[in-house]
């Protein structure tokens, strides 16, 4: 029996307004914003086969947006698109999981040193404003208003780098990652010790310690991705890994 793409509970126990769609903002990519949303806060099951006419109904939309985002969201590699069997969303897996985070933590740990050397008052005033923001849904529990802002924080950090191959990089990386990250504050004493390292990585720029930035936020993003394998080793079961193959004798 197929499964449909419907929506379950959101994981914050509240209902998530749904976004109204704009006519200065073509329809297709407003679909796959929202879609996109569904898939990283866990609406929609992981590895579940999209039925157009119910996602079309629930998002009151056509299928002609809808078939549109869907591309958009193949390209992100969110959903697999196949000619015989429709459309279905990609599951997380652990490997994957742990193969992003290592490499973000390098491209993060490495953007908050450079950010560090290159931020200037304004910026940094800035930031301190979407960290103290970010801490106060924190404080009241509100778990979509703390990953909007904890995301454009971890950003902002990227962006602070200069770097605009690091930015690219990043960006690209995080079509997938995004979704991780979410599923990591879901372990209330993970999501403490998270709002703890933004602390100290906030208190790293204030010092002007590139080294210790650079420490704090490498670490704090592989403690996400051990968080997210935790998560889907709970859901899934432990990840299999294949042994290397001896080669022949010839």
């Given amino acids: 029996m197929e499964q449909v793409a ?3 509970p959101a994981a914050t126990g509240a209902t998530r307004p749904r976004t109204t769609l704009s006519r ?3 329809f297709a990519r407003q679909v796959a914003n929202t879609l996109r949303d569904m898939i990283i806060r866990g609406e929609v099951p992981p590895g579940g086969r999209i039925i157009e006419r119910a996602l079309c109904a629930q998002l009151k939309v056509s299928r002609t947006p809808l ?15 196949s000619q015989n069997r429709g459309a279905r969303i990609m599951s997380f897996t652990q490997a994957e999981a742990r193969n992003l985070f290592e490499v973000i933590a390098g491209l993060e740990s490495l953007a908050a040193e450079l950010a560090v050397t290159r931020i200037g008052a304004t910026d940094l005033a800035l930031l301190d404003g979407m960290h103290e923001r970010m801490c106060a849904h924190y404080a009241r529990r509100e778990k979509d208003p703390y ?25 690209s990386l995080m079509l997938r990652a995004r979704r991780g990250r979410y599923m990591a504050i879901l372990d209330p004493r993970r ?16 010092a002007r310690d590139p080294e210790q930035a650079r420490l704090v936020w490498r670490r704090h993003l592989l ?10 080793k709970r859901e899934t079961g432990p990840a299999t890994v294949e042994e290397p193959v001896a080669p022949t004798e010839a």
């Fill in 223 to 232: 403690r996400t991705g051990e968080t997210v394998c935790d998560v889907l």
């Fill in 6 to 8: 419907g929506p379950k």
């Fill in 67 to 81: 078939r549109e985002a869907l591309k958009l969201l193949e390209v992100e590699g969110l959903i697999e698109i």
């Fill in 24 to 26: 200065k903002i073509p």
């Fill in 191 to 206: 999501w403490q010790e998270s709002v703890e390292e933004h602390e100290a990585v906030m208190a790293a720029f204030h």
């Fill in 147 to 171: 990953f909007e802002l904890n995301s454009l924080v971890h950003d902002e950090i990227v962006r602070l780098s200069g770097n605009p191959v690091l930015v690219a990089t990043h960006a």
